[in-house]
């Protein structure tokens, strides 16, 4: 006890003395929502102009930090998110932020293939024995990266706002011998609202509700939908979840005894009761993306019912999931290898749900469901890998199927405005032809 006492004493220093332990050439993994020590990134930007060839990785901001929008910044630091947020939209179009293109699975190779050296992140002060809890939103990846001898510098920013959870001390924790810096740094624990569901988002849900029965295992992201789904469970029994975030209402549904079990990385739309629960209740376990967000561990899961949504898709089923065009907006997160887990996983059922159209800035409506993707879109989901596409015209049964099948079964679930265009324009294709709708219902 008296070592690691010690050993924290002699490396306590100020924020301003940590960012000048930056040199060229580092490469920061910052980590994932509040685990992002915002305050260093502060100091880092104060004296940018003694900084110079630092590269920073990250996952979400929770909070705006100066050199996400500062053009100047980008001479002195490159910055890398792995998913994007409004602030990382913002940023990314002004020509600051870049945009990672790999999934959650493949994270932490994401940031050694840049070169990754270094990591900085918000962790719980120490406990007795000196290992300081990486919280709730660290989890995902601190113990996939930290201990990796390619990291050649650790800073931990101690952080009395940080949620700590239980597990495995291996992977929940990081014992204070590891830091070269420590710095002090209190906030506050993020409380982060539900989305409220849209009439699309319930006419969507409705159409896959008789497709999930008791005792499923069910894969829901954060979102209007994901709420929806979960609002209605009401009533049924042995539900699990097994998804990468996790919610106030799976806590609540868990409670009153229709989820019996909660698996997944980080958290979602949650506040401090949520986090309450997951410090005292062990049905509920977050654990690395290396068991929640792997092929390998979700094509176990037996009865997978895995939830996506998308921006685009074309009449074979090929999807753009990530970016309007080539305006990336989100990331590609989980969704790929839980749309593909769940095609392999013994009962396992996917859904790619979309609302059918859109209305641009001069009130115009449009397809998202489109004949072919228009050129310059970012494929997310390849058309081998959906099952079921779902919108709030009904669902297609697209898997296994052949292209004249699944160009039927799609053209029916957009909007009825659309159909016949659609129709019109797949026919001057090879794909199908005009006779192969005879005694087909467009309508």
């Given amino acids: 006890m008296t070592d690691w006492k010690d050993h924290y004493k002699n490396h306590l220093m100020t924020m301003d003395e940590a960012a000048k332990a930056i040199k060229p050439g580092d490469v920061i993994w910052l980590g994932s929502g509040a685990e992002t020590p915002l305050a260093l990134l502060e100091a880092l930007y104060a004296d940018m102009e003694n900084h110079s060839d630092v590269t920073l990785l990250y996952n979400v901001a929770f909070a705006p930090f100066g050199m996400l929008f500062d053009k100047e910044s980008k001479k002195h630091f490159r910055l890398i998110s792995f998913f994007n947020l409004p602030l990382e939209r913002m940023s990314g179009e002004m020509g600051i932020m870049e945009y990672h293109s790999c999934g959650y699975d493949q994270l932490p190779k994401g940031v050694f293939e840049y070169g990754g050296n270094t990591v900085a992140l918000n962790v719980c002060p120490p406990d007795a024995d000196g290992y300081c809890n990486v919280g709730i939103f660290g989890v995902g990846t601190a113990s996939l990266i930290v201990p990796d001898p390619r990291i050649k510098k650790r800073i931990g920013v101690m952080d009395k706002g940080q949620v700590s959870i239980p597990g495995e001390r291996d992977v929940v924790s990081i014992h204070v011998s590891q830091f070269d810096c420590i710095v002090e740094n209190d906030t506050g624990s993020p409380v982060i609202p539900a989305p409220h569901p849209t009439e699309v988002d319930r006419q969507i ?92 561990e979700i094509l176990k899961q037996d009865n997978l019912v895995a939830i996506n949504a998308t921006f685009m898709i074309d009449l074979l089923g090929q999807a753009c999931s990530e970016a309007q065009g080539l305006t990336p907006y989100s990331g590609v997160g989980g969704s790929f290898v839980y749309i593909y887990g769940a095609l392999l996983a013994k009962g396992g059922r996917s859904f790619l749900c979309l609302r059918s159209t859109y209305t641009d800035k001069k009130s115009v409506l449009h397809t998202n469901i489109v004949p072919w993707l228009p050129e310059g879109s970012i494929v997310t989901t390849p058309k081998n890998y959906q099952m079921y596409i779902v919108s709030e015209y009904g669902v297609a049964d697209v898997y296994l199927k052949t ?28 794909l199908i032809g005009e006779d192969d709708f005879e005694s087909f219902e467009l309508y």
């Fill in 403 to 430: 292209m004249r099948d699944r160009i039927k079964a799609i053209i029916k679930i957009a909007h009825p405005n659309f159909r016949q265009e659609l129709k019109e324009k797949i026919c001057t294709t090879s």
């Fill in 205 to 296: 849900a409705a159409f896959i509700m008789p497709y999930i029965k008791p005792g499923d295992k069910l894969q829901i992201g954060y979102g209007g939908l994901g709420e929806e789904i979960l609002a209605n469970l009401e009533g049924m029994h042995d539900m699990e979840i097994f998804s990468e975030v996790a919610c106030d209402t799976m806590a609540r549904l868990c409670k009153e005894g229709v989820i019996s079990k909660i698996t997944a990385t980080s958290p979602g739309a949650c506040s401090e009761a949520f986090y309450e629960f997951v410090r005292t209740d062990a049905r509920a376990r977050f654990m690395p993306s290396s068991i929640t967000v792997n092929l390998l």
